[in-house]
């Protein structure tokens, strides 16, 4: 099980990043270009602004709890993905804390524990029982890289069964759906819609297309937009990662002469039937060591890149005066090699390195005037980018995106074929007595038949449709009609549909009465967070929860926002 979550750890293992524009926090002595611990503005509640400590701890929490949800560290950027903001999200942990404490929420050794044993990344794969030493490898050992010490977990612990309690508590208005509302909504998703469906595909006509060159011209000169190539931009880089350190990593574990004692410990712990090959078959005891030493050595490595990335960046940015020349001068002193990106645009980031989705929209804010980003943690690498050039944006000419515009004016017009020929189709569909849909559509040219098996007004995909239409698309138009029916035409991404639906029945009551509990336990659910965000929504409002306004940038010198304290040997939470 670890070794899967070893081989696919974000890690960041010296520092974690919050790189958003506006406001950047780094727990480790990688420091922002520009910002001071001591007047930082974490946002503010009830008009008094949050403390460093509190934010910090809340912060680091929202990232434990989705390290345990997903089994690996995920960055700022990464959680941007799914729509989480992190800074957002701590901050709102911190309110809900205060809450807790405010209500006197004091969870119980016992709720710790039953809380603990019930996560999924320490229960056994094969059996679901916990697994005490799947926990203490984490809280041992991965935790302690990212800073976390072990009463740091068991403060985590008690937040999250206390915010359980919080949602229980303010969305029990929710949970109280009664169950007939359920009855209805369970109607209501699952009707059973049968259709035939009959596409005009832009495919069919591609062929009967031959532009003249006064066609591709004008398509050409009237869309020149749609071949307008972007302003782009190129950066200078230097980066950090495990593959330049694996030899004084090596090193550095054989200094105590202890390595092959920590390996055969760490195969014993694990036990020989957890080291598997790709295809699943077991490891011999030596490939297993050799992979054991191989994981150490990688996060050894990783740590010592961190740490390098860490001094890079204090050389770096003491430089004065700021200049894009600046990257250069200081990995030339250290004899790092300076790289150049290729030239990207706004909307993708340079080809051939692993950034985060966002990254383009942070280097375009690069200039002459502000060369630099803040250091980027992706993975187990560190990058320092410094604006280089931009290449302005302009319109090839014709010559040069000839078989583009060729194909963009072949494809506009079989599209407008399809739907012409959809158009002259469709009153022929209104006389049954001479043929039924199905028969008509079949004998017709250029016309595709689909008879997709049923679905309900609920169901997320219907299958058949080949791509010539959206699950949505069909949906719409059959939730529309009455038995029997034909839609009008429905243009389409590639051409155009029609839409006859055959039939509509409900839901049993049989199958109402077979699904009510678990359609009714679903809605409470829903209806309890709904409740609960209400709440909470209300109470921040009243309480003037404030999110920081953009910081001034002036330079500073700061200390590590990442305190280190005595090794806690409390054991509270999973003994």
């Given amino acids: 099980m670890f070794n899967f979550i070893r081989k696919h750890q974000k890690l960041a293992l010296t520092f974690i990043g919050l790189v958003i524009i506006s406001f950047v926090l780094f727990f480790t002595d990688l420091q922002p270009v520009s910002s001071n611990y001591d007047n930082v503005d974490f946002g ?31 960055s700022a950027q990464d959680l941007l993905r799914f729509g989480v903001n992190a800074e957002e999200e701590a901050r709102e942990r911190l309110f809900l804390i205060r809450k807790m404490d405010e209500m006197g929420i004091q969870p119980s050794k016992d709720a710790m524990v039953n809380w603990v044993t019930s996560l999924p990344i320490f229960k056994d794969p094969g059996d679901e029982s916990f697994r005490k030493e799947y926990y203490d490898q984490v809280v041992s050992e991965s935790l302690p890289r990212q800073g976390f010490r072990k009463r740091d977990f068991d403060n985590f612990v008690r937040h999250e069964i206390g915010l359980a309690q919080l ?55 009237n869309n020149l937009a749609n071949y307008r190539v972007p302003e782009k931009l190129v950066l200078k880089y230097v980066e950090f990662g495990p593959d330049d350190y694996m030899t004084p990593a090596l090193e550095q574990l054989n200094e105590g002469g202890e390595l092959d004692e920590l390996i055969q410990s760490t195969y014993e712990t694990r036990g020989a039937d957890s080291f598997k090959k790709p295809d699943g078959t077991a490891m011999t005891e030596e490939e297993a060591k050799n992979s054991i030493q191989e994981e150490y050595q990688t996060q050894t490595a990783t740590q010592l890149a961190s740490e390098a990335a860490a001094d890079f960046s204090k050389s770096l940015f003491a430089i004065t005066p700021v200049v894009k020349e600046n990257l250069t001068k200081a990995a030339t ?31 375009f804010a690069l200039s002459d005037e502000e060369p630099f980003t803040l250091p980027i943690v992706q993975g187990n690498k560190t990058y320092f980018f410094a604006f280089d050039r931009k290449i302005p944006s302009q319109i090839p000419p014709l010559e040069e995106v000839q078989s ?43 016309v595709t038949l689909a008879q997709p098996e049923s679905f309900t007004t609920g169901s997320t995909f219907i299958s058949g449709l080949q791509g010539n239409a959206t699950t949505s698309e069909v949906k719409d138009a059959a939730l529309a009609l009455e038995v029997g029916g034909i839609s009008e035409v429905k243009n389409t991404r590639n051409g155009a549909m029609i839409v006859h639906l055959v039939s509509r029945e409900a839901a049993s009551e049989e199958e109402v009465a077979e699904n009510i509990d678990t359609q009714l336990e679903r809605l ?50 999973a003994s």
């Fill in 333 to 363: 002193e250290v004899g790092l090699e300076v790289k150049s990106t290729p030239s990207f645009d706004s909307t993708r980031g340079p080809a051939g390195l692993n950034l985060p989705f966002d990254f383009p929209q942070t280097a």
């Fill in 44 to 74: 503010s509640i009830a008009g008094e602004s949050i403390e460093r400590e509190e934010f910090v701890t809340a912060y680091r929490e929202t990232m434990l709890r989705y390290f345990l949800m997903r089994g690996q560290w995920m």
């Fill in 404 to 446: 583009q515009v060729e194909q963009d004016y072949i494809k506009e017009e079989a599209i407008a074929f399809a739907r012409k020929q959809a158009d002259e189709f469709l009153p022929t569909l209104s006389d049954s007595e001479s043929g039924t849909f199905a028969e008509k559509v079949e004998a017709a040219e250029n």
């Fill in 524 to 573: 409470r659910q829903t209806r309890g967070f709904e409740s609960f965000d209400a709440w909470l929504t209300k109470e921040m409002i009243e309480a003037q929860v404030m999110a920081p306004a953009p910081p001034a940038v002036e330079e500073s010198d700061t200390s590590d926002a990442s305190e280190s304290s005595d090794e806690d040997t409390s054991d509270e939470s």
């Fill in 167 to 221: 949602n229980s508590v303010f969305g029990m208005s929710g949970r109280l759906t009664p169950p007939g509302e359920a009855a209805i909504k369970y109607r209501r998703e699952n009707e059973s819609l049968k259709v035939e469906l009959a596409f005009f595909s832009s495919s069919k006509f591609r062929s009967q297309i031959q532009p003249a060159p006064e066609d591709v011209a004008n398509h050409y000169t």
